[in-house]
């Protein structure tokens, strides 16, 4: 058994679509079919219910554990404008009024804001799991631990960014006294942005459902951060255009844009995520091609393949006994094979078509041994961890298999 040698596994990017493009296009082919759109609204509108919970107990952690009311107020005014640019004032006004009465601030309260905030936190759970593709059922005690737990990592996060707020404030100073190409602004800029990256990376990093490379993390957090950066660069743009609004919805103008500009947002970080999630499935995805009937696989995009998944075998060289039980699906570049059950050959299998797939399907061992009758059969193996995922994300594949076993069983 001889291992390909990955000479062209750079041929890919080069000749066919570049992967950055690639990898681009199945994010966007992955919203469409997660319905990222349907779940930003539903977190949206969650979302505007949690806010004013959320406010409460970020000001009281704030005011109480890290700095004095005034400066808590000032940075939760800079987040709301951040998120509800049209109605932060009269939400603020709120907050200090119910902050003001300080027998709201026991037990009993806390745990109730805790609770009127979990709504949005169990939803995000539910968002999270819809494009990683996974399922889970925990109790309705544990999923509730889970969202209060979620909220208190939010809140921790908001404290990470108030003390940034400091630290680069007076680093901004400093350092721009020392740098002549860099002035105060700019340095402040650069430090508040890598730290939203890094908060929102650290922040996916616990509450993704499946473990991901941190490289991934930072690429999806990057992309939420720039987006949000400019959504933010372009707010003036969008007021200009809903001066229409109040024509339509009167007094009601200000919520409609504030949820326009939340779902915006949200959409914003649900984009990263998906992101996270195509280069978490990178190799699921470029597997997945080879079942794509629509168009024949490049000779380049088999080479890549086959030179991380692919090995070669002999003319007679066995790729699977009877009865193995890997529950891989093996995909023929190149070659001939035959299935062997009982020294009798039950299928002849040429380039481009695959096997394994029944055991697979079934959880059950291989009826039949699989033999190359070819002087070289290059074989890619799709593993079991790559097709749980393929099946799990694309239920066409399945349909494809379950639609090719049965014509196999009504010619036998």
Request: aromatic content about 12%.
């Amino acid at each position: 058994m001889i291992k390909l040698h990955p000479l062209f596994k750079n041929l890919y990017q080069k000749k066919d679509e570049p992967l950055p493009i690639f990898m681009m296009k199945e994010t966007l082919a992955g919203c469409k079919r997660h319905n990222v759109f349907g779940l930003t609204a539903s977190l949206s509108f969650f979302s505007l219910f949690a806010l004013i919970p959320m406010i409460l107990l970020i000001f009281f952690f704030l005011s109480h554990w890290l700095v004095n009311s005034e400066y808590a107020l000032g940075r939760l005014v800079i987040l709301t404008s951040d998120l509800l640019p049209q109605m932060s004032k009269k939400i603020m006004l709120e907050v200090y009024k119910v902050s003001s009465h300080t027998k709201a601030w026991g037990i009993v309260g806390m745990l109730i804001l805790l609770w009127a905030a979990t709504p949005l936190t169990s939803s995000l759970r539910s968002s999270l799991l819809v494009i990683s593709a996974t399922e889970e059922n925990p109790s309705f005690l544990k999923n509730k631990l889970r969202d209060i737990i979620a909220i208190i990592g939010i809140l921790f996060l908001f404290f990470l960014f108030t003390l940034s707020g400091i630290v680069f404030q007076k680093a901004a100073l400093f350092f721009g006294e020392y740098l002549s190409v860099l002035n105060s602004q700019t340095i402040y800029f650069i430090g508040s942005f890598s730290f939203v990256v890094i908060s929102l990376a650290l922040f996916n990093r616990f509450f993704f459902p499946i473990k991901v490379n941190v490289k991934h993390l930072l690429l999806g957090s990057l992309l939420a951060a720039c987006l949000w950066l400019v959504l933010r660069s372009t707010f003036d743009i969008f007021l200009s255009l809903s001066q229409s609004y109040g024509t339509f919805f009167g007094g009601m103008r200000n919520l409609f844009i504030s949820l326009i500009w939340l779902y915006l947002n949200i959409l914003s970080y649900l984009l990263g995520v998906e992101l996270i999630a195509t280069l978490h499935k990178k190799d699921m995805l470029l597997l997945k091609k080879l079942f794509d009937d629509s168009t024949l696989p490049s000779s380049s995009f088999m080479h890549y393949l086959a030179s991380l998944y692919g090995k070669i075998y002999r003319k007679d060289e066995m790729i699977f006994k009877q009865g193995n039980c890997d529950h891989n699906i093996y995909y023929i570049v190149r070659g001939s094979i035959n299935l062997v059950q009982d020294n009798k050959v039950i299928r002849a299998l040429k380039a481009h078509e695959y096997f394994g797939e029944m055991a697979v399907l079934n959880e059950t061992p291989t009826i039949a041994s699989a033999v190359s009758t070819s002087n070289e059969s290059e074989i890619i193996t799709i593993q079991k961890n790559h097709l749980g995922m393929m099946l799990a994300d694309e239920p066409k594949v399945a349909m494809k298999f379950l639609k090719k076993m049965s014509l196999r069983l009504q010619q036998r």
